[in-house]
């Protein structure tokens, strides 16, 4: 403590003599100096000068990927590539608390399937909320392929706040993408399994599994899916793959393809040919086309089929309704990309070197005029693909998915086999540019690419193999995320980024001045449920209420002491702790953690979460702050002590360790009023300067007003021990008075820095 004493009175009373400047000198190497050392082309140079942000700056547009296996979503920066949150959403995720603490553990076990926790998830598309086909960044949701899932994370706080299980599928992969208000959620099966649960032989494949596709129904006010409201369609046993929804013209209806329309059920251990044989046999397979606004009025007529409590529409009345329709696409297809207008909807063949322009006007006239190629097995009508195609381009080898650019008529196709992107005319019908990546895209996005307004600009290959790109970090690699300009002509690669959390598959970008998320919560927030905690507490009114072996310590948390610190308990007990964190500082974050326990919370400023721990065995359990908050963050400490069932207090000696005198009193004392001289002219400083202008600095003199009011209340208290003699206390309290002096000078520094950084000006009293 002295020693920090000594320093921060060092470095205040350097400022107050102006020691402290900001650096003007600059490193003397020329640029020439840095390309020659560092062997970087011009090109090179070019390429970083479009990607760096430099300190303090922002990034244009933010991208959200599916962090695959990993479960969780992954938010980036574009141009800069920085990473900026991994966001928790199927899977347990420490540094947020999220799958500790009760709030979210609550979210995570609306994910439970049959009654048991899935701790993994395979997340593949998120997708943005939109008004009027334009992200409007409010959500965003995400799909689990092999838990049939979909999440909402709520992007004014990024945390993930529902988790619906699928009522009928098995498994999944078309989903999630969003009606252009955000009405519906679509999420399509993948391999077709019987949508009542229990057991069916692959003998009765044809008559009793199916596909199917649910559209799950978004009450915008509550930011939460209703699955009250949502439906589902019982399709074919092919393994539908990506879906998206139309718009503009073709809004109303959704488009979802399919693999495997053979029906192929595999069976390798008996001599049988592979599924991957079996299930690439035909020219084409087919996509769906579903009226999903009909299906919506057919539901609320009541012709549905109950299963598992869900509505589902069956196939005969869907094409009875007409509102299920095929057309056939090029074999083993993977992507289903409706341009802006809704005009056409783009698709490509995995084992074709083109890719396939649907008309939905065609389309649309071959369903009024009942001119239909045939019936599949089920009965579903069949269009001509050729009468309904627009065009059809070679773009080469492997294509999989198409994403659109601001300028008319460009798209950008992921070339898988030939591992290239393809720019390419979808009006015309002709190939435009190609740019060879590495390795093996999958997934590709351009700004905004998938809604009604494309921003161009900037495209990221999702690649699939990383192999030499990086530094080698044993047998599993990195994904490897390359940044493209596509604002000329010819597309440019800028950037290899790794990826170490999962494979993502689909990534989405928005424009970053379209995000407003918090930077704090109302006090005493419950993240999970965005309502007051009902175990919020008050700074002074922390508690610890019994009820039988039941113990809830209301808690509190702020710089940088946690109350209460001292929690003795009864082996056998159960407590939770409520912990409110009443920071309203930017960035004050505090973490609580116990000893021997999974009890691990993450508090953001205002925020309330709790954690319930069993004391099964007597001991002693020391727990603090996980977040290095403060400078005292390491005294940021208490005990949980497990008395033993029993137990009798015995009186001991010498319980804790110094004893203060009315000396060690007065120096305190005479060290906190030189502290205030130092913090008046941190103060004069500020204040003497235009800081109302810079609103960071402002709540910077909020939070430090609010530290130093703490200071004048244990000075109080200080002062009133002293005038009863007890140095004991007065000392202590003292010390304290002198923290809360230290915070406030810390706080202080931060804006003063801020200000000469930010070309603050004085200003004439
Ligand atoms: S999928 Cu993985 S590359 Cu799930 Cu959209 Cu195409
Ligand atoms: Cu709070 Cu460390």
Redesign the pocket.
């Known amino acids: 403590m002295q020693l920090f004493g000594k320093r921060a009175l060092l470095a205040l009373s350097a400022f107050s003599f102006g020691l402290v400047t900001a650096s003007t000198s600059w490193s003397a190497d020329s640029l020439d100096d840095v390309m020659k050392r560092r062997g970087l082309t011009e090109k090179d140079v070019l390429a970083a000068a479009k990607t760096y942000v430099p300190t303090g700056k922002r990034d244009e547009f933010l991208a959200f990927a599916s962090g695959g296996q990993s479960g969780q979503v992954i938010v980036y920066g574009i141009p800069s590539m920085r990473i900026l949150k991994y966001i928790g959403v199927f899977t347990p995720e420490p540094w947020q608390g999220y799958g500790f603490d009760n709030e979210s553990k609550a979210v995570l076990a609306q994910g439970r399937i049959n009654g048991k926790d899935i701790l993994f998830g395979d997340t593949?598309?998120p997708a943005i909320s939109e008004t009027n086909g334009d992200y409007d960044g409010e959500y965003l949701f995400i799909n689990d392929?092999n838990n049939p899932r979909i999440a909402v994370i709520d992007l004014h706080d990024f945390e993930t706040k529902q988790i619906v299980v699928n009522p009928i599928m098995k498994s999944e992969?078309g989903g999630a993408f969003v009606t252009p208000n955000t009405d519906y959620i679509i999420e399509a099966s993948q391999y077709a399994s019987p949508l009542e649960n229990g057991y069916v032989p692959l003998s009765q494949f044809n008559e009793k599994y199916r596909g199917a596709v649910t559209y799950w129904k978004f009450d915008r006010k509550a930011g939460r899916i209703d699955p009250k409201q949502s439906f589902s369609l019982e399709l074919p046993p092919y393994s539908q793959d990506?879906s998206d929804f139309g718009k503009g013209v073709s809004d109303g209806w959704s488009f979802t393809n399919s693999f495997c329309s053979e029906r192929y059920v595999g069976g390798i251990e008996k001599g049988r040919p592979p599924f991957e044989a079996g299930c690439s046999q035909k020219d084409t397979d087919f996509f769906h086309m579903i009226n999903w606004k009909k299906a919506a009025e057919v539901v609320k007529a009541g012709k549905v089929k109950m299963i598992n409590d869900h509505p589902v529409i069956m196939m005969d009345t869907a094409i009875a309704e007409g509102i299920l329709y095929l057309v056939p696409e090029p074999k083993s297809p993977?992507?289903m990309d409706v341009s802006p207008d809704g005009k056409f909807m783009i698709v490509s063949g995995k084992l074709d070197s083109h890719t396939y322009v649907f008309s939905f006007e065609k389309m649309m006239n071959l369903i009024k005029n009942k001119d239909f190629a045939g019936k599949d097995p089920y009965g579903v009508p069949i269009l001509d693909l050729k009468k309904s195609l627009h065009t059809q381009v070679q773009v080469g080898l492997g294509p999989?998915?198409t994403q659109y650019d601001s300028k008319p008529c460009v798209v950008y196709t992921s070339i898988y086999v030939d591992s290239q992107v393809t720019k390419w005319d979808y009006c015309e019908g002709k190939v435009l540019d190609k740019l060879s990546i590495h390795y093996n895209i999958?997934?590709l996005m351009t700004m905004e690419g998938d809604s009604v307004n494309p921003k161009g600009k900037y495209l990221v290959a999702?690649n699939?193999l990383a192999i030499d790109r990086f530094n080698p970090v044993g047998p599993l690699h990195p994904q490897n995320h390359q940044l493209i300009d596509i604002s000329g002509d010819k597309m440019e690669l800028l950037y290899d980024m790794p990826l170490p959390l999962g494979e993502p598959?689909?990534a989405v970008a928005i424009a970053a001045d379209k995000l407003k998320p918090i930077i704090r919560y109302k006090s005493g927030w419950n993240t999970r449920t965005d309502e007051v905690h009902e175990g919020k507490t008050r700074p002074g009114k922390e508690r610890v209420e019994r009820d039988g072996n039941k113990v809830t310590v209301y808690g509190t948390t702020i710089r940088s002491h946690i109350t209460p610190e001292i929690v003795e308990v009864q082996e056998g007990d159960e407590v939770t702790f409520v912990m409110t964190n009443l920071e309203r500082a930017e960035d004050q974050t505090h973490g609580f953690a116990i000893n021997g326990t999974n009890a691990n919370l993450s508090l953001e400023p205002g925020k309330t979460a709790s954690v319930t721990v069993t004391a099964s065995r007597p001991g002693v359990f020391p727990y603090y702050c996980t977040e290095f908050c403060s400078a005292l963050h390491l005294e940021m400490q208490g005990y949980l002590l497990v008395q033993p069932k029993g137990y009798k207090e015995v009186a001991t000696k010498g319980a804790e360790g110094q004893a203060y005198t009315q000396a060690d009193y007065d120096k305190q004392f005479k060290t906190n009023i030189e502290t205030q001289g130092v913090i008046d002219s941190v103060v004069g400083y500020i204040v003497a300067r235009n800081y109302q202008d810079f609103p960071p600095v402002v709540s910077l003199v909020e939070d430090a007003t609010e530290q130093l009011g703490f200071a004048a209340d244990t000075r109080k208290k200080a002062e009133e021990f002293a005038a009863k003699n007890d140095w004991q206390n007065a000392t202590l309290w003292a010390g304290q008075w002198w923290q809360y002096q230290v915070k406030a000078a810390d706080i202080g520094l931060r804006a003063k820095t801020y200000l000469d950084q930010h070309g603050a000006v004085e200003v004439k009293k």
């Open positions: 593949h598309h392929k992969h990506l993977h992507g999989l998915h999958g997934h999702l699939k598959h689909y």
